[in-house]
């Protein structure tokens, strides 16, 4: 046991979840290689390392490993792996010796590949030196160009170029770059002392300035290096290179490249690799050029040659925006032969990589340069379309395709999204968890019955509340989108928000909310009811403003508004998840509770429902009511009536699940939250009873409000989530177990009277002891004999548990022999495994995870190691008690790719997800099945 408990772990941990929006899987799973060195070289068709050492290298320098070794142009370099990272920030900074001496060997390697030497003077080598992360983290690191320059060296590529303007016009910048990034001296004072030149000179451009102009210019940075640092600028180019170098690993923990991996979920542990290379010139004149490009189009997926290019200019000056380089078909009439060649050598490169490629290149006169090729980072809609096209090319297969989208961007689809440009001019006021994906616009309000109110007046709301209650549903149903203040992952905000595919983000913390007042504060603003929000539920960024969006494509098809046959990216995402389903090996399962939604889910492909909360049907107005009485009934005859009034409406819900599920099995638990939120507020019933005692109100309503006050204090508990609720209700109050046993064996009788399959599998929530499971059994089986002998039919249901609370997943073995099967709960099990409370989370969890004591939200990707390993004794013991258990999972973990891995290593028989999320989870399992680690 102990020892698959260890394999699973560590499978587990290395299908660390990615959520990158644009990212994407590997297409390949080539197996590592394992290095000896920790400095690679590359260059004359010949590198250490290769393509599968990304780990390693980075994926720049693994990239420029195979590129070398396809003997395709790339200039010689060799890479710093992301080994020496690690001891960098292990030994604070100081490296050993023996790295010192392997840079040596291999520049010395370099210097004889490049025919140039590092400081000669005569024939100086310069070098580029840049960051490079297993993932890529565009713009978040640092770079530097032109290292090895000095006031010697610049003489030298004055006299070997004859083109001193050049010269100096790459010394300026290399004392800008390395002033910036390794003096940490802010860029804005080097162009101030650029602009005095460029003023006093009279050049309005910056490529009017003179080698004279330039001259000044690197007088004057050095000046301001001294000024800010009290010492010269390191003339000595091994110097500078070991600065530099320190200075990019620095940059990994810069705060955007931090901000960065805990938007996307990069483990902060694996570091950066370092590349030196032997820089090439796309500003020596008009022959040369410099650019960037993808082989298809990253926003959209169409298959053309894609990117931009300057002719005279450095890699920094195409996205410093400076220039406006031109699109790069155009470098075809420029210099055909170049662009020629990288045609077909980028083509090659797709070929070769089976996927899109985002590339740099460098034109030298004439002369084509490779300097990068990674897999390009795409929209969600751009991965369905690249992924199909290219099985239709037969450049992949299906299943090659699979690999091809990250899950995620099928969730990207079903999301309405706003105009981007519209949306880029807003600036950020607030950011949240971003619970559930779309764009969501609309007029603030605070309460449920506002945003009904409103929203039957023809607006469009976004319901602003400190936190949701099941009492808000019918607000959040109406409203565009759904914004709290606290919260986590699996508050009810997100889990509902979700459910109905509502765009929603909640802990948005720095919301000061005062629902009273009908206001919020944030970022010193006063908000008031009525005024516009917008949020992108996708990346958890609220902004004071409206924003128009539009639906998705998609979902207007299922939702039978738009014809399959005319959407074509409907059409590409059905084939997509048919392969899916061929690969997958676990069942895809919905948690809906209601009869649109289990039909909804039927439409996205899930067969079965994992989760039908009960309890969510006795929300509805006309229920309410008797649900109160239910609860307030002062004796069993009062509340036996009051729940068979109850009977027949649940009878009919799940007459209309089990039909949308048309034979497919369906599972319902029993009831499970606190019976106190079925009733009003205390506090407002409090305020109630004094307004009416002080105002001498009527002598019947006050004594009706004592009443409920009474009960509901006597209901009130410190702790509702470890309290009154799940199997502990249906102990004590077991005609609620009777009731709805009742409800869903007459329904299934009744469908199976009309000649339709029907599996009922009715699940006891919140056990911990077999005992409580037996209780509850018995009561089952006796209601569900009667029920049938009633009808006249039988058919065939299986009674089994929730697997949520610690205890019940230690004594599995036990349950197991009573139970037929187990769904884990894995909201309940996260938080009574953690002790973290669902709706409290969101107040610590953000500093958890600044200070790396979480790498992620437990409540959104399962906590592997712990909670993982519970579920793992669980399915252990269930199975050796009771072989054929069917196992499932229902938390919202279901829906969540890196959980999909976990529970597809431990053998689950299926997920079950939120409606919106079965297309990612079909994709996500049949990745999971594929074994492949999403986001490598
Ligand atoms: C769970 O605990 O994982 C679960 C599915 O139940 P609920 O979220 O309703 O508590
Ligand atoms: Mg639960």
Same mark, same amino acid.
């Given at each position: 046991?102990?020892?698959?408990?260890?394999?699973?772990?560590?499978?587990?941990?290395?299908?660390?979840?990615?959520?990158?929006?644009?990212?994407?899987?590997?297409?390949?799973?080539?197996?590592?290689?394992?290095?000896?060195?920790?400095?690679?070289?590359?260059?004359?068709?010949?590198?250490?390392g290769?393509?599968t050492?990304?780990?390693?290298?980075?994926?720049?320098?693994?990239?420029?490993?195979?590129?070398?070794?396809?003997?395709?142009?790339?200039?010689?370099?060799?890479?710093?792996?992301?080994?020496?990272?690690?001891?960098?920030?292990?030994?604070?900074?100081?490296l050993?010796?023996?790295?010192?001496?392997?840079?040596?060997?291999?520049?010395?390697?370099?210097?004889?590949?490049?025919?140039?030497?590092?400081?000669?003077?005569?024939?100086?080598?310069?070098?580029s030196?840049?960051?490079?992360?297993?993932?890529?983290?565009?713009?978040?690191?640092?770079?530097?160009?032109?290292?090895?320059?000095?006031?010697?060296?610049?003489?030298?590529?004055?006299?070997?170029?004859?083109?001193?303007?050049?010269?100096?016009?790459?010394?300026?910048?290399?004392?800008?770059?390395?002033?910036?990034?390794?003096?940490?001296?802010?860029?804005?004072?080097?162009?101030?002392?650029?602009?005095?030149?460029?003023?006093e000179?009279?050049?309005?451009?910056?490529?009017?300035?003179?080698?004279?102009?330039?001259?000044?210019?690197?007088t004057?940075?050095?000046?301001?290096?001294?000024?800010?640092?009290?010492?010269?600028?390191?003339?000595?180019?091994?110097?500078?290179?070991?600065?530099?170098?320190?200075?990019?690993?620095?940059?990994w923990?810069?705060?955007?490249?931090?901000?960065?991996?805990?938007?996307?979920?990069?483990?902060?542990?694996?570091?950066?690799?370092?590349?030196?290379?032997?820089?090439?010139?796309?500003?020596?004149?008009?022959?040369?050029?410099?650019?960037v490009?993808?082989?298809?189009?990253?926003?959209?997926?169409?298959?053309?040659?894609?990117?931009?290019?300057?002719?005279?200019?450095?890699?920094?000056?195409?996205?410093?925006?400076i220039?406006?380089?031109?699109?790069?078909h155009?470098?075809?009439?420029?210099?055909?032969?170049?662009?020629?060649?990288?045609?077909?050598?980028?083509?090659?490169?797709?070929?070769?990589?089976?996927?899109?490629?985002?590339?740099?290149?460098?034109?030298?006169?004439?002369?084509?340069?490779?300097?990068?090729?990674?897999?390009?980072?795409?929209?969600?809609?751009?991965?369905?379309?690249?992924?199909?096209?290219?099985?239709?090319?037969?450049?992949?297969?299906?299943?090659?395709?699979?690999?091809?989208?990250?899950?995620?961007?099928?969730?990207?689809?079903l999301?309405?999204?706003?105009?981007?440009?519209?949306w880029?001019?807003?600036?950020?006021?607030?950011?949240?968890?971003?619970?559930?994906?779309?764009?969501?616009?609309?007029?603030?309000?605070?309460?449920?019955?506002?945003?009904?109110?409103?929203?039957?007046?023809?607006?469009?709301?976004?319901?602003?509340?400190?936190?949701?209650?099941?009492?808000?549903?019918?607000?959040?149903?109406?409203?565009?989108?759904?914004?709290?203040?606290?919260?986590?992952?699996?508050?009810?905000?997100?889990?509902?928000?979700?459910?109905?595919?509502?765009?929603?983000i909640?802990?948005?913390?720095?919301?000061?909310?005062?629902?009273?007042?009908?206001?919020?504060?944030?970022?010193?603003?006063?908000?008031?009811?009525?005024?516009?929000?917008?949020?992108?539920?996708?990346?958890?960024?609220v902004?004071?403003?409206?924003?128009?969006?539009?639906?998705? &494509?998609? @979902?207007? !098809?299922?939702?039978?508004? +738009? /014809? %399959?046959?005319?959407?074509d990216?409907?059409?590409?995402?059905? =084939?997509?998840?048919?392969?899916a389903?061929?690969?997958?090996r676990?069942?895809i399962?919905?948690?809906?509770?209601?009869?649109?939604?289990?039909?909804?889910?039927y439409?996205?492909?899930?067969?079965?429902?994992?989760?039908?909360?009960?309890?969510?049907?006795?929300?509805?107005?006309?229920?309410?009511?008797?649900?109160?009485?239910?609860?307030?009934?002062?004796?069993?005859?009062?509340?036996?009536?009051?729940?068979?009034?109850l009977?027949?409406?649940?009878?009919s819900?799940?007459?209309?699940?089990?039909?949308?599920?048309?034979?497919?099995?369906?599972?319902?638990?029993?009831i499970?939250?606190?019976?106190?939120?079925?009733?009003?507020?205390? &506090?407002? @019933?409090? !305020?109630?009873?004094?307004? +009416? /005692? %002080?105002?001498?109100?009527?002598?019947?309503?006050?004594?009706? =409000?004592?009443?409920?006050?009474?009960?509901?204090?006597?209901?009130?508990?410190?702790?509702?989530?470890?309290?009154?609720?799940?199997?502990?209700?249906?102990?004590?109050?077991?005609?609620?177990?009777?009731?709805?046993?009742?409800?869903?064996?007459?329904?299934?009788?009744?469908?199976?009277?009309?000649?339709?399959?029907?599996?009922?599998?009715?699940?006891?929530?919140?056990?911990?002891?077999?005992?409580?499971?037996?209780?509850?059994?018995?009561?089952?089986?006796?209601?569900?004999?009667?029920?049938?002998?009633?009808q006249?039919?039988?058919?065939?249901?299986?009674?089994?548990?929730?697997?949520?609370?610690?205890?019940?997943?230690?004594?599995?073995?036990?349950?197991?022999?009573?139970?037929?099967?187990?769904?884990?709960?894995?909201?309940?099990?996260?938080?009574?495994?953690?002790?973290?409370?669902?709706?409290?989370?969101?107040?610590?969890?953000?500093?958890?995870?600044d200070?790396?004591?979480?790498?992620?939200?437990?409540?959104?990707?399962?906590?592997?190691?712990?909670?993982?390993?519970?579920?793992?004794?669980?399915?252990?013991?269930?199975?050796?008690?009771?072989?054929?258990?069917?196992?499932?999972?229902?938390?919202?973990?279901?829906?969540?790719?890196?959980?999909?891995?976990?529970?597809?290593?431990?053998?689950?028989?299926?997920?079950?997800?939120?409606?919106?999320?079965?297309?990612?989870?079909?994709?996500?399992?049949?990745?999971?099945?594929?074994?492949?680690?999403?986001?490598?």
């Amino acid at each position: 046991m102990a020892k698959k408990a260890t394999r699973v772990q560590k499978s587990g941990r290395r299908t660390a979840k990615r959520k990158s929006p644009t990212s994407k899987p590997r297409s390949r799973q080539a197996k590592a290689r394992t290095p000896r060195k920790l400095v690679c070289f590359f260059g004359d068709g010949k590198a250490d390392g290769d393509r599968t050492m990304k780990d390693f290298l980075g994926g720049k320098g693994a990239g420029l490993a195979e590129m070398t070794n396809a003997g395709l142009p790339v200039p010689p370099g060799f890479t710093i792996s992301t080994a020496v990272c690690n001891l960098y920030y292990e030994r604070k900074g100081k490296l050993p010796a023996t790295i010192d001496a392997e840079i040596a060997v291999n520049l010395k390697k370099l210097e004889k590949s490049a025919q140039a030497a590092l400081g000669d003077a005569r024939n100086p080598l310069l070098v580029s030196v840049r960051s490079g992360a297993k993932f890529s983290m565009p713009g978040m690191m640092d770079t530097i160009l032109n290292l090895g320059l000095n006031d010697k060296t610049v003489e030298g590529l004055k006299a070997r170029t004859s083109n001193g303007r050049f010269a100096f016009d790459s010394y300026r910048r290399f004392i800008q770059m390395f002033g910036n990034v390794v003096l940490e001296i802010p860029k804005d004072a080097f162009e101030h002392e650029f602009d005095g030149v460029k003023r006093e000179q009279g050049a309005a451009q910056d490529t009017d300035l003179t080698e004279k102009g330039l001259r000044e210019v690197v007088t004057r940075y050095k000046a301001l290096v001294r000024q800010r640092t009290g010492k010269a600028f390191p003339e000595d180019p091994r110097a500078q290179l070991a600065m530099s170098r320190d200075a990019v690993f620095r940059s990994w923990n810069n705060p955007r490249a931090k901000e960065y991996r805990r938007i996307y979920d990069i483990p902060d542990h694996i570091g950066t690799a370092v590349n030196v290379q032997m820089m090439v010139f796309g500003n020596t004149g008009e022959r040369s050029a410099t650019g960037v490009g993808f082989t298809r189009n990253p926003a959209t997926g169409e298959h053309e040659f894609y990117g931009e290019f300057l002719v005279n200019a450095q890699g920094e000056d195409v996205v410093a925006g400076i220039r406006t380089p031109q699109p790069i078909h155009e470098l075809e009439a420029h210099m055909p032969h170049a662009y020629r060649q990288l045609r077909a050598i980028t083509t090659r490169l797709e070929r070769n990589y089976k996927d899109v490629q985002d590339f740099e290149f460098t034109i030298q006169d004439d002369r084509l340069f490779m300097l990068q090729t990674r897999s390009g980072k795409r929209t969600g809609y751009a991965a369905v379309m690249i992924a199909t096209d290219m099985v239709a090319e037969k450049l992949v297969t299906p299943k090659e395709a699979l690999l091809l989208v990250d899950p995620e961007a099928l969730s990207q689809l079903l999301a309405p999204g706003f105009d981007p440009e519209e949306w880029a001019r807003e600036p950020i006021i607030a950011k949240g968890l971003p619970a559930s994906p779309g764009a969501a616009s609309g007029q603030v309000v605070f309460t449920a019955d506002d945003a009904v109110e409103w929203s039957n007046q023809g607006k469009k709301v976004i319901l602003v509340r400190k936190e949701t209650v099941p009492d808000d549903i019918h607000g959040m149903h109406v409203a565009q989108g759904i914004l709290t203040a606290t919260g986590g992952m699996t508050s009810h905000a997100a889990v509902v928000g979700r459910q109905m595919g509502k765009p929603s983000i909640v802990g948005a913390g720095s919301l000061q909310i005062d629902e009273k007042a009908k206001r919020f504060v944030v970022d010193g603003r006063e908000v008031k009811e009525g005024e516009y929000v917008s949020f992108d539920g996708l990346t958890g960024e609220v902004k004071l403003a409206r924003v128009a969006s539009k639906p998705s &494509e998609i @979902l207007q !098809v299922v939702n039978g508004e +738009l /014809e %399959a046959g005319r959407s074509d990216i409907y059409q590409r995402v059905s =084939k997509l998840l048919q392969w899916a389903d061929k690969h997958r090996r676990l069942g895809i399962r919905a948690n809906a509770d209601l009869p649109d939604q289990a039909a909804l889910a039927y439409e996205f492909g899930a067969r079965g429902i994992g989760l039908c909360r009960t309890e969510h049907m006795f929300f509805g107005e006309d229920r309410l009511p008797i649900v109160q009485r239910m609860i307030l009934a002062e004796n069993d005859a009062d509340r036996r009536k009051a729940v068979l009034e109850l009977l027949p409406m649940q009878r009919s819900d799940f007459y209309g699940v089990f039909k949308a599920m048309r034979g497919s099995p369906v599972t319902i638990r029993t009831i499970d939250p606190p019976l106190h939120e079925f009733l009003p507020k205390r &506090e407002d @019933l409090m !305020v109630e009873v004094a307004v +009416l /005692e %002080a105002t001498g109100g009527d002598a019947r309503t006050l004594e009706e =409000k004592r009443r409920l006050l009474a009960r509901v204090e006597q209901l009130h508990e410190f702790n509702p989530m470890l309290g009154h609720r799940g199997v502990r209700l249906g102990i004590t109050f077991p005609e609620i177990t009777e009731m709805q046993t009742r409800a869903i064996i007459e329904a299934a009788c009744q469908l199976a009277k009309e000649g339709q399959k029907v599996i009922p599998e009715i699940m006891i929530p919140l056990v911990g002891h077999v005992r409580e499971f037996r209780d509850q059994k018995a009561v089952v089986d006796r209601v569900a004999a009667e029920a049938m002998k009633g009808q006249g039919v039988k058919v065939k249901y299986l009674v089994g548990t929730m697997i949520e609370v610690p205890r019940g997943a230690l004594t599995a073995g036990e349950i197991a022999r009573e139970a037929q099967f187990f769904s884990f709960g894995t909201n309940d099990l996260t938080q009574m495994g953690f002790g973290f409370s669902r709706d409290d989370v969101g107040k610590f969890l953000r500093v958890y995870q600044d200070k790396k004591i979480l790498d992620r939200d437990p409540f959104a990707s399962i906590d592997v190691d712990g909670i993982g390993e519970l579920v793992e004794i669980a399915v252990t013991r269930g199975r050796e008690a009771r072989p054929d258990i069917k196992l499932g999972i229902c938390g919202e973990h279901g829906g969540d790719p890196a959980s999909i891995h976990f529970f597809e290593k431990v053998g689950l028989d299926y997920v079950s997800a939120s409606p919106y999320r079965i297309p990612v989870a079909r994709l996500a399992a049949a990745q999971a099945a594929l074994s492949v680690r999403v986001g490598d």
